[in-house]
């Protein structure tokens, strides 16, 4: 039977549980029984303590993991069963490595070769004619930072930052339905990190991408994206858009941080108690 044709664009998950190390002393939900509506075109920045689910839903998402339960929808399909190769085809995905995601012994244009026909055929994805060339140096010169002169150059030798620049560009150079981005600035120096940030505010905006972005950043988070949740034990404790999210300041976010570390402490005591038979 032939699949239905997409009837919306954006991110739908429904009820997504993932529980790591089941049925042993260490059991953890990561996420638990999480909702997320996405409507295409939205900038969303994903807050949370360590261990809240931010990169277990990123996860789910790309189809790296299979949740136990949920649904999830991405531009209109649903891509529950499909495997993270098959999903590849709608989502493109940097990590916060930035030598994972690419094939470093690989001249820049072949990389760029390769993440065009990403979810395509297999066959001649290598055969650089002069038209994908010169498409491919558009493209690389629009990042600003002199790489077109470095097309045949292994992508191995580029520095930290160029090489997350390129990877940024291959993750959207086919413009996916939905852009996954896991703390992709972290590992970079100050310098390099705010000039990934710049491009990736320009390509998300330029090209309207449906964009999730992880950040341990308080000021990435009040600067980037037009929405923004907080994550905690594998739920959505906060979701500010709009006039909330625009005049959103640091010092409200460490607030927010400050009360759930807080309020996990009282748990971890109210549990000691119990353990100690007092209750």
Not at 12 to 39: C, K
Not at 56 to 66: P, R, S, Y
Not at 166 to 182: F, G, K, Q, Y
């Amino acid at each position: 039977m032939a699949e239905a044709a997409p009837t919306a664009g954006g991110l739908e998950a429904q009820g997504l549980v993932q529980t790591f190390q089941r049925g042993t002393p260490d059991a953890y939900r990561a996420l638990d029984h999480l909702d997320l509506v996405i409507e295409p075109g939205t900038f969303l920045v994903i807050l949370g303590t360590n261990g809240s689910g931010k990169s277990t839903l990123l996860n789910a998402i790309a189809g790296a993991i299979t949740p136990e339960q949920g649904t999830i929808r991405v531009g209109g399909r649903d891509v529950t069963a499909w495997p993270e190769h098959r999903r590849a085809s709608l989502i493109g995905r940097v990590f916060q490595d930035p030598y994972r995601g690419t094939a470093p012994e690989l001249t820049v244009a072949e990389n760029l070769a390769l993440a065009e026909r990403r979810g395509q055929f297999p066959g001649f994805a290598l055969a650089l004619d002069r038209a994908l060339r010169t498409r491919l140096l558009a493209a690389v010169e629009r990042l600003g930072m002199g790489l077109e002169r470095r097309l045949d150059v292994p992508i191995g030798l580029l520095s930290g930052g160029q090489r997350q620049a390129l990877t940024l560009l291959m993750a959207t150079i086919s413009r996916p339905e939905l852009l996954l981005l896991d703390e992709h600035t972290a590992a970079l120096d100050p310098r390099s990190a705010d000039q990934v940030l710049r491009l990736t505010r320009d390509i998300v905006s330029r090209d309207r991408l449906t964009t999730l972005m992880v950040t341990h950043s308080l000021d990435e988070a009040v600067r980037l994206g037009d929405r923004l949740i907080l994550m905690h034990r594998g739920r959505i404790v906060q979701d500010l858009r709009g006039t909330a999210k625009r005049w959103l300041r640091p010092e409200q976010l460490f607030r927010s941080f400050d009360e759930l570390r807080s309020a996990d402490l009282l748990d971890q005591r109210a549990a000691e108690v119990v353990r100690a038979g007092y209750v």
